[in-house]
């Protein structure tokens, strides 16, 4: 039952009729010209917590990446990199189950549409993800390994399209 509950999850994350944005080349122009950006970590579920997985624990940790990176991170940016975390678990069972988690960052800025110029809204243009499994009492190092190299891909496709 797990298994199945954690394939059905993972399909329909990674469906193609549940996709926007990517991380292809029209994705990436996108990115050019983007100076600063902020982070926002969308809420996660009370039990990941309790595994030391945090949203102020990934927000620090996403930022000194995409600094490392030679992003800047401003809060007061308009333009915002956000990290949406899915988890699965099956609590049933004498043993402890893993937890199957989707993490996913996308770049959201503000668009203008052309039929009329007054209406304004954000949209994800860029976006990348990953799907693990881990026990959980590796759950934050996993998590952590995982969004690095997240953050890494966005590093790389600002970079592709905004040369030093």
Known sequence: ???????????????????????????????????????IVDP????????????????????????????????????????????ARNKKGPFSQPYGLCLRIGLYQPVTLNRDKEIKTATQTWEAETVLVAPPKALAQASAAELDQLADRFVSAWKSVNPQ
């Open 44 to 87: 996660l579920d009370p039990q990941l917590d309790q595994e030391g997985l945090t949203a102020a624990g990934l927000a620090r940790q996403l930022e000194a990446r995409l600094r490392d990176g030679g992003i800047t991170v401003d809060q007061s940016a308009v333009e915002f990199l956000g990290v949406h975390v899915l988890a």
């Open 1 to 39: 039952m797990y298994r199945t509950t954690l394939l059905s999850l993972a399909l329909l994350v990674l469906s193609p009729a549940t996709q926007g944005a990517g991380d292809t080349s029209l994705d990436r122009v996108t990115l050019r010209g983007l100076k600063a950006l902020g982070v």
